[in-house]
């Protein structure tokens, strides 16, 4: 078996990669079940257009597609960087048993990938943020939710 090392490893190469075919940032990820790499993944973002195509959504998608399932039950995910609010969400999302991470926040900001002004947002009042956000129209946004409640063949999650 695999050590954790050698794991991150593959990740760092995935980063390697992605970054040399200029796919997107330095990052990589990959994800394992039973000692084996069931899905990778790396930072797609600036290739496909695309601001969500950061290496642990991509590796996630690959992953969950492989196996037939939209959840991570029994898998590690090892990604070169520790993950940003989205990718986090994103992990949660998933379920998987663990996350190992190679470097850190501070690390990523220091080459210019800095999420804190993310994290200072989520506490702020709607109005107050960068992005202001309103709730319009939640009565009609209701609508779907109460037919969800009603779904006889709803696949829940």
Not at 123 to 141: N, W
């Amino acid at each position: 078996m695999k050590h954790h090392e050698e794991f991150m490893s593959t990740a760092v190469k995935a980063a390697l990669k992605g970054m040399n075919n200029n796919e997107g940032g330095p990052f990589g990820c990959i994800v394992v079940k039973d000692g084996k790499v069931i899905g990778s993944g790396n930072n797609k973002v600036t290739s496909t257009n695309d601001p969500t195509a950061h290496a642990e959504v991509t590796a996630i998608r690959d992953a969950c597609k492989n196996i037939g399932a939209f959840q991570l039950d029994g898998c590690i995910i090892y990604t070169s960087c520790e993950p940003c609010p989205m990718c986090l969400g994103a992990i949660y999302w998933a379920r998987p048993d663990k996350v190992y991470y190679g470097s850190n926040q501070q690390d990523a900001a220091n080459i210019g990938f800095d999420d804190a002004f993310i994290y200072k947002e989520i506490p702020l009042p709607y109005a107050e943020r960068s992005i202001p956000f309103e709730q319009v129209g939640r009565e009609i946004a209701l609508e779907p939710f109460q037919k969800w409640t009603e779904k006889q063949d709803k696949t829940a999650y």
